[in-house]
């Protein structure tokens, strides 16, 4: 458990930040550093990141690096120990960004669609337009046959996208996700990863998108962040060029994969001693 | 299960390869287990405890017929059940049943609407909580009969004191049935409802009062054991003045009258009625509410 001296990393040119001359960031993490006791180690280390509206990144590092917890910071479930957080603009605020997790986390004594209805309401949508507002979200995750299906009814992928489309009845312009599908068998989670492009395309949100799968963030992320572990920090980011379809197949995206699993792996060595 | 996914593809008539990829994984994933036909569930859970009850009725009748006893100590089913049918014709048993059961329901359902705000408040108010926890705790292991002589000077030979009784005895396991289900409401329910833009009064409301569901109805279930246990011991104890004559005062008058058949069958009807109200209110409850959240294989 010793802390390794972590400053020796080379600053990357400004990894997370977006060029000065962009459009307002649609969630800006400034400077955040995390200790759970006051004299305890730093759980996140002066984490700085930018992301511009409508961008889907990835969040990428080993378990242990910070990751939930700087999710949990954006949204507005913990509070950070120095630096700010915004969201759209306004400090972060339960409520402010939607927020899936690895375990649906649906209320498992209403049904699908009471789910994405009780969603509604606490954004304070009327009850007149609720209903129709939860019909159209169970179409767009293309489970309009099972809304009334109680959450133990529902396979492990149905239920991410009932929580998918509960997190989009928010509507929120961002979305984090952590870590939604690493529960998930690998052929739903494929079929989750082209269903996610998909919603992302039709419904223009920013994604913050968690997981520690070098592929799956390679396969979704427009941008890959890494994190080093105690302290968490934004060590390195890739940006995802991939012309074509992309698939987790792809030759380009197991060419990146594989150069980021090397830095990964770095990363995780330096802890050995 | 292939004639299901097709079933279901065809019903949703998917657009493109991904839905209909999707709508084949989704069935295949949910099994739809038909539940078996309700005489065969009826058979399973009726027929078991019927023989028990058999079963005990004939050790009974052996050991009364094998006459280690005098008959006066230890008598017979058969003279029992004259007691029963005497006691039921003329209407004594009827009217102290009645007595009994309405005192347990009110002394119950005014515990209900003590209790329930009570246990929110505490399990909600941190330095409640802390300061009053341990009380209600102790309050739920102390035997609710010490409460009757209190209540006698308080109240005198009246119903008041069946009810305080009663009330001491229900109150505290509603209260920490409440509390512990509150506790034990998963730390990410109310994360997600907070995340979903909750206020404080909206994720009591909608996340975890509907969670601590179970917990409450288990401490409800308790609750009436204990109201219905306390209030048989009051009425044995507590006897005459303006009191009205239910099971306890049957049992009671069984023994002043050294009348071991009425012993008998006061102690069958309390228990009988003990396990009616368990078998038609508590368990359909708990188990329809188990059933829905999928904590109960059916």
């Known amino acids: 458990m010793t802390t390794t001296d972590a400053t020796t990393e080379p600053a990357e040119a400004a990894p997370g930040a977006v060029p000065a001359d962009g459009p307002a960031p649609a969630v800006r993490v400034s400077d955040v550093t995390k200790r759970f006791s006051s004299s305890g180690p730093a759980v996140l280390d002066g984490v700085s990141i930018d992301i511009r509206p409508g961008e889907f990144v990835c969040l990428l590092g080993a378990s242990g690096c910070g990751k939930s917890t700087l999710l949990g910071i954006v949204a507005g479930l913990d509070r950070p120990t120095s630096g700010t957080v915004e969201v759209g603009g306004a400090p972060a605020k339960a409520g402010r960004a939607s927020l899936m997790f690895q375990e649906s986390a649906l209320f498992p004594w209403l049904t699908a669609r009471r789910n994405i209805e009780l969603a509604l309401k606490l954004n304070g949508v009327g009850r007149a337009t609720r209903a129709e507002r939860a019909t159209e979200l169970l179409d767009l995750v293309r489970l309009s046959s099972a809304g009334d299906k109680l959450v133990h009814e529902l396979s492990g992928g149905m239920r991410q996208r009932v929580a998918l489309a509960r997190a989009l009845a928010q509507d929120s312009p961002v979305l984090l996700m952590d870590e939604p599908f690493a529960a998930l068998d690998a052929i739903t989670r494929d079929l989750l990863h082209d269903e996610l492009e998909r919603i992302w395309r039709e419904t223009g949100r920013t994604i913050v998108f968690i997981t520690h799968n070098v592929r799956e963030a390679v396969r979704l992320g427009q941008r890959v962040l890494l994190m080093s572990s105690r302290p968490g920090r934004i060590v390195r980011e890739w940006p995802v060029v991939v012309t074509g379809e992309r698939r987790i197949e792809a030759p380009e995206v197991a060419a990146l994969a594989a150069e980021i699993t090397t830095h990964l792996r770095e990363e995780i060595r330096r802890h050995a001693h | ?298």
């Open chain 2, 1 to 298: 299960m292939p004639t299901d996914l097709s079933a279901e593809t065809s019903r949703d008539t998917p657009r493109d390869t991904l839905g209909a990829l999707e709508a084949g994984l989704d069935a295949l994933q949910t099994d739809a287990r038909d539940r078996d036909p309700w005489p065969r569930r009826l058979g399973r859970s009726v027929l078991p405890p019927v023989l028990a009850v058999v079963i005990l009725l004939a050790i009974w009748q052996v050991v009364y017929a094998l006459h280690i006893k005098p008959d006066y100590v230890i008598p017979g089913p058969a003279q029992a059940w004259d007691t029963a049918s005497r006691l039921w014709d003329d209407g004594s048993l009827q009217r102290a049943v009645w007595t009994s059961l309405s005192r347990g329901v009110i002394g119950f359902v005014a515990s209900v609407i003590i209790g329930t705000p009570l246990g929110i408040v505490v399990a909600r108010v941190r330095w409640v909580r802390v300061a009053f926890g341990p009380i209600i705790s102790g309050l739920q292991v102390l035997p609710s009969v010490a409460w009757v002589p209190a209540a006698i000077i308080w109240f005198g030979l009246s119903d008041a004191t069946v009810y305080f009784v009663v009330l001491m005895g229900a109150t505290p396991s509603i209260i920490n049935g409440i509390v512990g289900g509150v506790d034990q409401v998963p730390p990410l329910l109310r994360r997600a409802g907070l995340v979903l833009g909750a206020g404080p009064v909206q994720l009591v409301r909608h996340v975890i009062l509907p969670a601590a569901l179970p917990g409450y109805v288990a401490g409800l279930k308790q609750g009436w054991a204990f109201s219905w246990r306390s209030l048989m011991a009051a009425e044995i104890i507590a006897v005459g003045g303006s009191l009205g004559f239910g099971l306890g005062s049957l049992l009671s008058q069984g023994r002043d009258l050294a009348d071991m058949t009425v012993v008998f069958v006061a102690i069958v009807a309390i228990l009988l009625v003990g396990i009616l109200i368990e078998m038609a209110f508590f368990a359909p409850v708990e188990k329809r509410l188990l059933r829905r959240r999928g904590l109960l294989q059916s």
